[in-house]
Nanobody, 122 residues
């Protein structure tokens, strides 16, 4: 059982930056692909990006390319999401996810964190 705990959310002005972290309890963290998803009020959960177990493959949704960076530290069992040039439309609850293989289909994900709120003011 993988337990995931996100941190780092908050309120920032448009153009600002935030760094989210996701700490995993599973000592075999390095065997899992990891992903970030987000859900805005009244909207379906949305894929943000994913990173494979080694960190050698990283994917992003088009709307965050060039602004967000996903990374992981397998020695610390931690996943990161660096968010720069934030926009009001980035406002959402951000969730980290873990699975043997991560796709953009949130319904297929096995493990979720509790989520952290990111609010970008205009």
């Amino acid at each position: 059982q993988v337990q995931l705990v996100e941190s780092g959310g908050g309120l920032v002005p448009a153009g600002g930056s935030l760094r989210l972290s996701c700490a995993a309890s599973e000592r075999m963290f390095s065997m899992y692909d990891m992903g970030w998803f987000r859900q805005a009020p009244g909207k379906e959960r949305e894929f943000v990006g994913a990173i494979n177990w080694s960190g050698g493959k990283i994917y992003y949704v088009d709307s965050v390319k060039g602004r967000f960076t996903i990374s992981r530290d397998n020695a610390k069992n931690t996943l990161y999401l660096q968010m720069n040039s934030l926009k009001p439309e980035d406002t959402a609850v951000y969730y980290c996810a873990a699975d043997r293989t991560i796709s953009s289909n949130w319904r297929a994900v096995d493990y979720w964190g509790q989520g952290t709120q990111v609010t970008v003011s205009s």
